[in-house]
């Protein structure tokens, strides 16, 4: 019994929990202003200006420099040529839709489009931010698939950065299964690792509530969405430096827990409701949080940061400053979580809780608010993910936590139901193998792969991961 010790929780020690997690948002998200630095004679998108972008890398990965494009649209017609990076990158003043058409006789000699229809490719423009347009090279055919409307994670919607796909840094996603080789598998497995790590700050809190509540939170994935978009109205509606949006996103996320509750929860938990109900209950609140959003947001899809993010090449692996910067934060940000269950008497009552909450209560620890806390660090551990994938993937929207919530639950019962070690693990499981699995089969079927996966691993090892077996009847 890991709170068998434990007299109680102590005040200071549930205060010093937070201030772990504050201060390792402050600590990494220095930096964060400088994610979408640009370079060069980049264009910079500003409130009189929109720019239409890209790069093109030839089918062996290596930059297509001085590939010719036009742009034109509303009056305006413009040119482009890639630099020596495989960058190009065209401004204009008026929104509206705008023809990007390559010169295919400037391409590097025995280089094609894969997709010879879609030149020209037609782009939407608005001012104040950057869209991107991709013109894979290499051999394929047909028109790349069309992106699915509010899913962040769409690898072809060209102002999209996807899970093993840049759109910025030209990274196609969308490939055909099939071509294996050795740096689209290293490309594959590192967007994989990241997106697991992504993945798990949002899924460790939902396995903490459930240890400690039983409750299986259906709206745990609004939680990610409200990180994501008060991040983007913090950044963009009023104008906050990134850094400042960040940290404000994820205090209103933490701030939704304490208020989640204070008034929903423990009332209903008072009442003797049983674990179903209540999971019905965060099921309509889902419903009613992504229609709110919606309301007062609208349906398409938005920006945290318009700045165009740059890449950097390690190894032939093409991650752009905003995935490292994303990594690193997520690593110190679960770090943080460790160190608070293993090494903290508040955290190792929380573990307490989890096992037993009646031996933990007999045991002298405030069982409520032993649970108040774990609301509160969950649903900032969420906003902090949700601020994070807004980032990685270049944009978010009002559903955006809801596409991604089917692997938040596979990734905690991967791991281990209620165990916050066993989601990390399950979540990098689940990232590997929704990645890896485009390398055979198209990438809009990556995330049932990663599905399969959870139930042939629970079918041989049905407590999860890190779960432990127990005995029934």
């Known amino acids: 019994m890991h709170g068998a ?41 500003d409130a009189s200006t929109a720019c239409i972008q890209g790069r093109i890398r030839t089918a062996a990965g290596d930059p297509a420099v001085g590939v010719k494009l036009s742009v034109e649209g509303q009056g305006f017609t413009g040119e482009a040529i890639t630099d020596d990076d495989g960058r190009w990158s065209v401004a204009v003043t008026e929104d509206g839709d705008y023809a990007v058409t390559l010169d295919v006789a400037t391409l ?3 280089e094609s489009l894969r997709n010879p229809g879609d030149n020209p490719r037609t782009v939407t423009a608005k001012l104040g931010t950057a869209a991107a347009t991709l013109f894979p090279l290499g051999s394929g055919g047909g028109s790349a698939p069309s992106p699915t409307p509010g899913d962040p994670a769409s690898p072809t919607d060209p102002g999209t950065a996807a899970p093993g796909g ?76 990134l850094l400042v949006a960040g940290i404000l996103a994820v ?31 965060t099921i309509g609140l889902s419903m009613a949080l992504q229609y709110t959003y919606q309301f007062f947001l609208g349906g398409g899809r938005l920006r945290i940061s318009i700045a165009t993010p740059t890449s950097v090449n390690l190894g032939g692996v093409i991650i752009t400053h905003q995935s490292l910067l994303s990594t690193a934060i997520a690593l110190l940000a679960l770090g943080g979580v460790a160190y608070f269950l293993k090494g903290t008497w508040t955290g190792r009552a929380t573990r307490a809780v989890s ?41 978010t929207s009002w559903n955006m936590g809801g596409t991604i919530l089917l692997l938040m639950f596979a990734a905690v019962t991967l791991g281990g139901l209620g165990t916050a070690f066993g989601a990390l693990a399950g979540s990098i499981v689940i990232g590997l193998v929704s990645e890896m699995s485009s390398l055979v089969i198209p990438s809009d079927l990556r995330y049932a792969g990663a599905l399969l996966i959870l139930i042939l691993v629970l079918l041989v090892r049905p407590q999860g991961i890190l779960g432990r077996a127990e005995r029934i009847g």
């Open 355 to 395: 096992d037993n909450p009646a031996l933990a209560a007999a045991s002298g620890i405030n069982v409520e608010r032993i649970i108040r806390l774990v609301w509160v660090m969950g649903a900032g551990l969420a906003a902090l993910g949700g601020v994070l994938i807004g980032l990685y993937f270049n944009v």
């Open 108 to 110: 590097p000699a025995g």
């Open 251 to 281: 205090l209103v996320g933490a701030a939704s827990g304490w208020v989640q509750d204070a008034g929903l929860w423990k009332p209903l938990r008072k009442r003797g409701m049983g674990p179903v109900q209540l999971m019905i209950i």
């Open 166 to 241: 840049d759109a910025e840094a030209g990274v196609d996603s969308s490939a055909r299964p099939g071509s294996i080789t050795f740096p689209r598998v290293a490309q594959q497995f590192t967007s994989g690792i990241i997106f697991g790590l992504l993945l798990a700050l949002a899924s460790v809190g939902l396995s903490l509530i459930y240890g400690t509540t039983g409750l299986s939170s259906f709206s745990h994935g609004e939680q990610v969405t409200l990180g994501a978009l008060a991040a983007y109205i913090f950044a963009q509606m009023l104008h906050l430096p």
């Open 5 to 45: 010790a434990v007299r109680g929780v102590r005040p200071g020690q549930a205060r010093a929990a937070l201030v772990v997690l504050l201060l390792s948002l402050v600590l990494t998200m220095l930096v964060a202003p400088f994610a979408g630095a640009t370079t060069g004679e980049q264009c910079s998108p």
